[in-house]
């Protein structure tokens, strides 16, 4: 029997014929696919402006210094996500401020946010964690209290949440920058490592572009500290094809979403993921809450399907950290998911009869 994994590139002839073409037009870097890359995904987002970039953790520590963040500075951030949303903080030698999640949807906890605003708090990085659009009054705060809002949004391409004001906004558009990761894993790709930094304020339109390219001007003039993070233009012409089908991709995976959710509506052992309301989840992971997540691992591996514990040890736990002041604190809901989620594949490129197999290892389960 085939083994089902947790993740599966999506790759067909009108990606490679784009590849292929750019490389044979021997424009590799710094041409126009790039532009039209950062273009369009600007155009999808609701962005002011885009620029595609090296990774996502690049664009992490490119937004952080966008945004003048650096010594003397605190940046609150969950510690319940991938390591690089911490780390960027360290790395422009501010200080990091970790803080717990919502029990529900994983996000940022909105309250303990600001509990954690001192006069040194100068933004939040807030994560979309597996898809979840974070809570919108995310927003209001880092408003009220002149705090940049950086979305991490590596996770959520093609999410998009209600806010208060009745509108709504796509990931990329929820913050003031946004910094997206186009790993092979991830809801969209370049055909290796990738990201995209956004931006929804005119302050930083054009440095979003500069930061990328050693954070020149367009007159070549050096203006601040910048690197080398630019893509490839191979990576560009990959990512605009993938961009035309990620809509259809996504509803891909709310509709596999929606087969598992209904498929554990009743079971004994095992609890579907909550949405938010007013949220339209992209599916980066389905995870499951369980109080048997090793056993259901072990279920799911003898039925020759992937699934993964993510974040078993918090960042703010991790040897990294050993001399942070807030290392090895107590973070309660933080702390429990770490110990209780599994994620399970949710992948658009899931064919129905493996979809139908991982309901029936569902549905299964049994830890006694």
């Known amino acids: 029997m085939e083994r089902i994994p947790t993740g599966r590139p999506s790759w067909n002839n009108a990606m ?8 044979d037009s021997k424009r590799w870097v710094k041409g126009p696919k790039v532009a039209a890359f950062g273009a369009a995904f600007a155009n999808h987002s609701g962005a002011l402006n885009a620029h595609p970039c090296q990774n996502g953790s690049s664009s992490l520590w490119a937004a952080l210094r966008i945004a003048g963040i650096g010594p003397g500075d605190e940046v609150i951030v969950p510690s319940y996500t991938f390591i690089s949303t911490a780390t960027c903080i360290e790395l422009v030698g501010a200080t990091t401020v970790f803080v717990d999640v919502e ?7 909105v309250q303990a946010v600001r509990n954690a605003i001192t006069p040194s708090t100068k933004a939040v990085i807030g994560v979309h964690l597996f898809g979840q659009p974070y809570n919108p009054e995310l927003i209001e705060v880092c408003g009220e209290n002149d705090l940049v809002l950086i ?3 590596a996770q959520a391409h093609g999410a998009a949440q209600d806010m208060v004001d009745g509108t709504s906004r796509v990931a990329g558009s929820m913050g003031d920058i946004g910094c997206f990761s186009f790993f092979p894993s991830k809801n969209m790709a370049v055909g290796g490592e990738g990201g995209m930094l956004t931006t929804t304020k005119a302050a930083y339109a054009e440095k979003i572009s500069g930061i990328t390219n050693h954070g020149r001007s367009p007159n070549l003039e050096a ?3 910048g690197s080398n993070l630019r893509m490839s233009e191979v990576s560009a012409a990959i990512g605009l094809v993938q961009l035309e089908h990620l809509d259809g991709w996504v509803q891909r995976r709310n509709a596999i979403a929606a087969r598992y959710t209904e498929a554990l509506a009743d ?3 095992l609890s579907p993921p909550s949405v938010r309301p007013g949220a339209y989840h992209a599916w980066h992971q389905y995870c499951i809450q369980t109080d048997h997540a090793s056993a259901f691992v072990e279920h799911m591996d003898r039925n020759h399907i992937d699934a993964r514990r993510y974040y078993t040890t918090p960042i703010h736990c991790q040897q990294v950290f050993q001399n942070h002041s807030q290392y ?12 209780t989620l599994v994620a399970i594949p949710v992948m658009h490129e899931l064919h129905d009869e493996e979809i139908e197999r991982i309901v029936k290892a569902l549905i299964t389960f049994n830890p006694s």
């Open 16 to 23: 490679r014929q784009a590849a292929v073409e750019t490389l």
């Open 103 to 109: 029990p529900d949807y994983y996000c940022l906890d």
């Open 151 to 153: 979305e991490d949004a």
């Open 223 to 225: 203006m601040e500290l």
């Open 267 to 269: 079971h004994l052992h």
């Open 328 to 339: 090895q604190i107590t973070l309660p809901v933080t702390d429990h998911l770490g110990q």
